[in-house]
T-cell receptor, first 114, second 113 residues
């Protein structure tokens, strides 16, 4: 059974800092990994999708890496801004068994202080 | 670009009532997924459909049922509602299965009183 863990559970940083969010998964047989942003009580905004054959993806100030063999992904946010404050969720789509669903981590609550 | 549409956006029901949530996938997307996110929880997979057939099933209670119609929209029917069913219900769609990205709708917030 795939399990996804995100560390830290919460992170508070001053504006302008670069930061890294971590995601680990137990089963390396995956199709892809997605990073999402969720504002309180709101929907899921997809930030980056990394296919299992890829090592990283970049979008603006965001960079996500994937090390499938070690079961790890990181989301790097450069020059953080108060508007980046949200919960960041990592989700994995596994190859084995139930291969339709995304398995989510519990998220990292990010607060960027002005 | 067109996104996944969910209706209603908010729904308030009493215990033991029924509720129907609707999902309209992105055009030309043939796969639909339903997720439930309880307060302070991560989203949990409920069920998915590919080409109008159930493709996968997760932790969906027997009180819930779902289907995908010929126009690819999907409906989640929930009966005998319980307080614990209060949650955000997300629908997602993708243009196929396996490695395709899942695009999420804005969610339906269900409150059971």
């Amino acid at each position: 059974k795939q399990e996804v863990t995100q560390i830290p559970a919460a992170l508070s940083v001053p504006e302008g800092e670069n930061l890294v969010l971590n995601c680990s998964f137990t089963d390396s047989a995956i199709y892809n990994l997605q990073w999402f942003r969720q504002d309180p009580g709101k929907g899921l905004t997809s930030l980056l999708l990394i296919q299992s054959s890829q090592r990283e993806q970049t979008s603006g100030r965001l960079n996500a890496s994937l090390d499938k063999s070690s079961g790890r992904s990181t989301l790097y946010i450069a020059a953080s801004q108060p508007g980046d404050s949200a919960t960041y969720l990592c989700a994995v789509r596994s190859r084995g068994g139930s291969n339709y669903k995304l398995t989510f981590g519990k998220g990292t609550l990010l607060t960027v202080n002005p | 670009a067109a996104g996944v549409i969910q209706s209603p956006r908010h729904l308030i029901k009493e215990k033991r009532e029924t509720a129907t949530l609707k999902c309209y996938p992105i055009p030309r997307h043939d796969t639909v997924y339903w997720y439930q996110q309880g307060p302070g929880q991560d989203p949990q997979f409920l069920i998915s459909f590919y080409e109008k057939m159930q493709s996968d099933k997760g932790s969906i209670p027997d009180r819930f049922s779902a289907q995908q119609f010929s126009d690819y929209h999907s409906e989640l029917n929930m009966s005998s509602l319980e307080l614990g069913d209060s949650a955000l219900y997300f629908c997602a769609s993708s243009p196929g299965t396996s490695g395709y990205e899942q695009y999420f709708g804005p969610g339906t917030r269900l409150t059971v009183t």
